[in-house]
């Protein structure tokens, strides 16, 4: 689900801020990034305290710290080895205003929590003007926490090949031999660690992270892929819940977790690209205009990927031309936000002028780094068991080709889940409305990665304990995310003052 660039649109598969990328080697350094022996007995199971150390960067919110938390690596074995995950804070600036910890939860899965408060610490202390300290967390597997890799040769490490874009033709026999070899090569390669990436750890590490704060409750702000496991730990953990903020979240059918997000991503960019076909109609574009009618960027689009298909276009990375379907990952990527419109229009330009060279994306033009892959398949995969028929895979993709053109089929395409070695060390989780009513929840109309028929489904799942603010925008991320002053000012004063609206309720854009 994610934020900007992961395979669900999150920190691996985007670019960090140069303060962010300081601050999570700093913590690379500090946290355990190897697994310790930890003796066994009450030693081995006692929460410890958190040593916190100046750490912030030129692009850090002012005050900001870190510290290394030590978690089991298998919490049925709390006495064994042990993991280290880099946990920031900001504290509050008014202490006689603090009310608690506001815990920002990172999206992905294998999104930074070092990255996000390096984004968004700055005005989210402003928005809550000293109510919280402010706490995030790299997960398990991610930034300057205990990282893993599986071994992926480069070549599968390309976010236009970890997500199963079908062949031109809907063949889909290049994707089930590369998934083959990705879910082997974890197998092989990812050890305990990699296994132990799951949203049920991720859920267990918060609740130690709470204890280690001295805290009884979290408030919480769990974005994308974050939402989904706030939601779970607030299934888990009711009692420990203050005021809870879901935005951006997907279906949470525990039989589809996961496999379903991915699926319903066709029918997001569905919903997003008119956002993107009315921006480049507009003749205030310039040379960056597409088409004179936004009714015409589509077909062109469709034309211009299936051109590529036929004859892929060399770009200015060298050995990596323009395809069809890196032209079709481009655009999915660039409907997360309207700032990525012109991004995605120059190469659109590019792709069509004979004269032109392309200039790829950064996230299309190379491979990740092996742990960032290892991670967002790990989580995704261990979750819950995918489907494993290939004819129903190949079916799937034909159909989806046809009904969404756009994303050609990739959303309900064979992955390495399919070929995924390890079962689920634990059933995933059935979201309810049992518990206080606390949470808020915030989704854009338009969103291409968590699509508002998902959300809906969580908030019919949440019953009486949630309230859902809808904006009338396209997008992924709501809260401080795109300028909506409505959804802004409901989300800021239900974390301020505890007041939600009385119902479900709309902000236009």
């Known amino acids: 689900m994610g934020g900007r660039g992961s395979l669900n649109h999150s920190c691996p598969m985007t670019t960090y801020a140069s303060g962010a990328r300081a601050s999570a080697l700093c913590l690379a350094v500090l946290a355990a990034t190897v697994i310790t022996a930890q003796p066994a007995g009450a030693a081995g199971v006692r929460t410890p305290a958190l040593t916190w150390r100046p750490c912030a960067g030129p692009q850090d919110p002012p005050g900001k710290e870190c510290a290394t938390l030590p978690v089991p690596l298998d919490y049925r074995d709390p006495g064994g080895p042990r993991l280290g995950l880099a946990v920031t804070r900001v504290r509050s600036e008014r202490p006689a205003a603090r009310r608690g ?4 939860i990172p999206g992905g899965p294998g999104g930074s929590g070092l990255s996000r408060m390096t984004a968004k610490g700055a005005a989210l202390s402003r928005a809550t003007a000293g109510a919280y300290d402010l706490v995030s967390f790299d997960p398990r597997g991610v930034g300057g926490s205990s990282r893993a890799g599986c071994g992926l040769a480069p070549e599968d490490r390309h976010l236009v090949t970890l997500r199963s874009w079908p062949g031109p033709d809907g063949d889909i026999a290049e994707n089930t031999a590369r ?19 799951t949203t049920a750890n991720e859920v267990r590490d918060i609740d130690r ?9 979290l408030s919480a702000w769990g974005v994308s892929y974050g939402s989904y496991v706030a939601a779970v730990y607030a299934q888990k953990y009711p009692r420990h819940t203050d005021r809870w903020v879901l935005d951006s979240t ?31 109609a507009d003749p205030a574009r310039g040379e960056l205009r597409l088409a004179r009618r936004a009714a015409d960027v589509r077909p062109l689009f469709l034309a211009l990927a299936a051109k590529l298909d036929r004859a892929p276009k060399p770009s200015t990375t060298p050995g990596v ?15 997360v936000g309207d700032d990525l419109f012109e991004e995605l229009a120059r190469l659109v330009r590019a792709a069509g002028d004979p004269a032109a060279e392309p200039v790829l994306p950064a ?45 050609g089929g990739m959303p309900v395409n064979v992955s390495a889940c399919a070929f995924w070695k390890d079962a689920p060390a634990d059933e995933p989780t059935r979201i309810t409305g049992d518990g206080p009513a606390d949470i808020l929840m915030i989704q854009n109309r338009r969103d291409p990665n968590t699509p508002y028929a998902g959300a809906l489904k969580m908030r019919q799942a949440l019953g009486g304990r949630a309230v859902l603010v809808t904006l009338g925008h396209g997008g992924h991320g709501a809260y401080l995310g795109n300028g909506n002053a409505c959804g802004d000012r409901t989300v800021t004063a239900f974390l301020t003052t505890g007041r939600r609206p009385q119902q479900d309720t709309y902000c236009a854009d």
């Open 179 to 197: 998934s083959r070899r990705i879910a082997e090569a974890c197998h092989r390669n990812g050890g305990a660690v990699v296994r132990s990436m």
């Open 209 to 217: 992270l709470r204890r280690a704060l001295g805290e009884e409750k």
């Open 321 to 335: 031309p323009l395809t069809g379907n890196r032209l079709r990952q481009a655009m999915q990527n660039a409907l």
């Open 101 to 104: 910890t506001l815990l920002v």
């Open 363 to 407: 996230a299309v033009a190379g491979p990740l780094p092996d742990e960032d892959a290892a991670v967002t398949m790990a989580t995704v995969c261990n979750d819950v068991r995918w489907p494993a028929s290939l004819p129903a895979y190949r079916r799937a993709v034909a159909a989806d080709r046809v009904r969404h053109p756009l994303t």
């Open 250 to 280: 997907g279906d949470p059918d525990p039989s589809r977790v996961e496999w379903g997000w991915l699926a319903n991503t066709a029918v997001g960019a569905d919903d997003r690209f008119p956002d993107f076909a009315a921006w480049a």
